[in-house]
């Protein structure tokens, strides 16, 4: 665990993990096999190790990482639940696993009838009309939807609607996305309970608007309670709703974004319906409509014809293709896996749980840590550390290196951007009292500390393999290559 | 946190000094502490037009990445190109490092900004 050498430097020289056998057939001369330009002129400096030295080394590195799976990962806005391994099993199914996109669609009914079975389920969820599995992920399902809406307004003659309203509480990706899609973006500001300031949103409409973004319950972790009043200033003003669901966790089974009032939705299967999240993914950001918006879906949609699946390419109107082939087919089936073992209760009692937790968490730390909001929380809450850093220098950023010294993933820092030193905690339904207990003890520890010997919490992390970085020097000039000296 | 007299401040914690009918713009010592260590920085062309409260850059720092709003519609003219390879002067010498001039169209948008009192009773409450 503690070994930090490179495999590079453990090579030594001639030393083999396997012998390779004789070669049983002719040999030939390189030369004549492979054009001189591609032929290498010095030795690969392929590291030169024993087998059991190679399968400590991978597995030392396989240690060093912090998972769902090896520890809490309170990684606020992240959803970062348990993904339950009957998920892997049936992803894995030879009829799931071994099937080729370029298969007849007749031998791939099954996998079809997921697709379509997958979409009327998270139609049902989020009460939309239509759902495409096509997007690979979150941001990826923002830009899809923002196209339908850009496609939307153009095909009614409105095509002067430029503009894109979202929240000073949204995640980064919203604003983004937005501009990758050709539109501007207006901020408005949130009200003193961290919802959309009514004010300036009704400010910001007019005809060159085309919609409003929107998270709810928001970055801060709080429901919207205006979202029907919200609906009705945007829709008045002929512009579309969207609705990130990267919070959903907080919903699932109770409200429903059609409902509130949402055109346009995404999800993080990813997230909110248990498949692996991190480590660059594979992610799927599911996008669902409302009637009115379904022709604009991306091609294909799965249809269903008298109990024969088939992928439905004649859309005129469609934005097009985003992915290619059917999305990330293999996470959909995890999703659907998750949906199915959990069935409806399941789910709103997931939610339910997610709520409870975080609120458990929330009122737990709040003597010791600023609440800004200080109001019943969703799925997840945001603290800050300005007490610390006013009186002790301590901020959000060393009780993030402090908490992983206790072995935990710290919750997500420095945003929403709107909370100054914000920690975002959300601490998921798949936790254990237990073990919200002991980060609740530890952050109160790190509390504690902060005032008796404010150093040392700023040097932390102590125990991990790699101590405090130089951040800057990271930022400005990484090493991300190993290189032999001389 | 330092406030310098003599210079205008906009909500978005950017200073302005005015030469002429030229405005120089940085980031207040509240902003560049807010932040954090600076590590990059993002400047206009010279030449680009910007209209009043528009994203003429972009400073990122180890914690997050923030747009820098010019509170003045102009021409940028001058550019702080030292701050490419140096970004960390902002954090060291906050109201020396400007980061762009603006040749201004409407010199009553200076109005709208305040000065350095009054951006300090602005700062406490923001704290």
């Known amino acids: ?486 | 946190m330092k406030v310098l007299e003599g210079l205008k401040y906009s909500k978005d914690h950017e200073w302005v000094r005015v030469e002429g009918n030229k405005a120089y713009l940085g980031i207040t010592d509240y902003a560049q502490s807010a932040m954090g260590n600076i590590v990059f920085v993002e400047l206009p062309e010279e030449g680009a037009e910007v209209g009043e409260g528009e994203s003429i850059g972009v400073v990122e720092s180890v914690k997050s990445a923030s747009d820098l709003y010019s509170p003045l519609s102009g021409v940028v003219v001058e550019i702080n190109e030292e701050l490419e390879d140096m970004p960390e002067k902002i954090n060291q010498e906050p109201y020396e490092s400007w980061i762009a001039a603006v040749e201004l169209n409407n010199a009553e948008e200076l109005d709208n900004l305040m000065g350095a009192d009054d951006y300090i009773k602005f700062l406490e409450g923001e704290a």
Not at chain 1, 204 to 221: C, R
Not at chain 1, 365 to 380: G, S, T
């Open chain 1, 1 to 486: 665990m503690k070994e930090k050498k490179l495999i590079f430097e453990l090579s030594q020289p001639g030393r083999r993990g396997d012998a390779l056998p004789q070669c049983d057939v002719p040999e030939q001369d390189i030369n004549r096999l492979i054009p001189q330009d591609y032929i290498r002129e010095s030795e690969p400096q392929l590291p030169e190790v024993s087998e059991v030295d190679a399968v400590r080394h991978f597995t030392a590195l396989s240690q060093r990482n912090h998972g769902v799976d090896s520890g809490f990962y309170p990684l606020g806005s992240c959803t970062m639940k348990y993904n339950p391994k009957v998920n892997e099993d049936i992803a894995r199914f030879d009829g799931f696993s071994k099937v080729h996109p370029y298969q007849q669609e007749e031998m791939v009914q099954g996998c079809l009838e997921l697709l379509y079975r997958t979409d009327k389920m998270l139609s049902e969820i989020t009460g939309m009309a239509r759902i495409s599995l096509q997007p690979a992920a979150g941001a990826h399902g923002e830009m899809t939807g923002l196209m339908i809406m850009r496609a939307y307004h153009e095909q009614r003659g409105e095509g002067q609607r430029t503009k894109i309203i979202i929240p000073d509480s949204a995640h980064g990706t919203n604003p983004a996305s937005a501009v990758m899609a050709g539109f501007d973006v207006i901020e408005v500001t949130s009200d003193e309970r961290g919802g959309v300031d009514l004010e300036s949103l009704k400010a910001a409409m007019n005809e060159e608007v085309a919609g409003l973004m929107l998270t709810n319950p928001n970055t801060l972790g709080l429901f919207d309670e205006n979202i029907v009043e919200i609906a009705n200033i945007v829709h008045e003003a002929g512009g579309l709703l969207y609705y990130d669901g990267a919070n959903a966790n907080a919903i699932m089974g109770i409200s429903r974004p059609g409902d509130m009032g949402f055109d346009i939705v995404h999800l993080n299967l990813h997230k909110t319906f248990s498949t692996p999240h991190g480590g660059g993914g594979p992610g799927s950001g599911p996008v669902g409509v409302k009637e009115e918006l379904v022709p604009f879906l991306p091609v294909p949609v799965v249809e269903d014809k008298g109990g024969t699946y088939f992928q439905d390419y004649d859309r005129p109107l469609s934005v097009g293709r985003v992915k290619s082939f059917y999305g990330n087919f293999g996470v959909i089936v995890k999703a659907y896996a998750y949906i199915m073992s959990m069935g409806a209760e399941g789910l709103r009692n997931a939610s339910e749980t997610a709520v409870l937790n975080a609120n458990y968490i929330m009122n737990e730390l709040k003597n010791d840590y600023l609440l800004p909001y200080d109001r019943l929380c969703m799925h997840e809450f945001v603290l800050s550390a300005q007490k610390q850093k006013d009186h002790f220098g301590v901020s959000a950023w060393d009780i993030a290196k402090n908490l992983l010294d206790g072995g935990y993933h710290p919750p997500t820092i420095y945003f929403p951007l709107i909370v100054k030193e914000a920690m975002m905690i959300e601490p998921t339904e798949t936790e254990s009292k237990e073990t919200l207990d002991g980060f609740i003890e530890k952050m109160k520890h790190i509390a504690q500390e902060a005032a008796k010997d404010p150093e040392k919490v700023k040097g932390a992390p102590y125990h991990t393999v790699i101590g405090r970085l130089d951040e800057v020097k990271a930022a400005r000039t990484p090493v991300l290559k190993w290189e032999r000296l001389g």
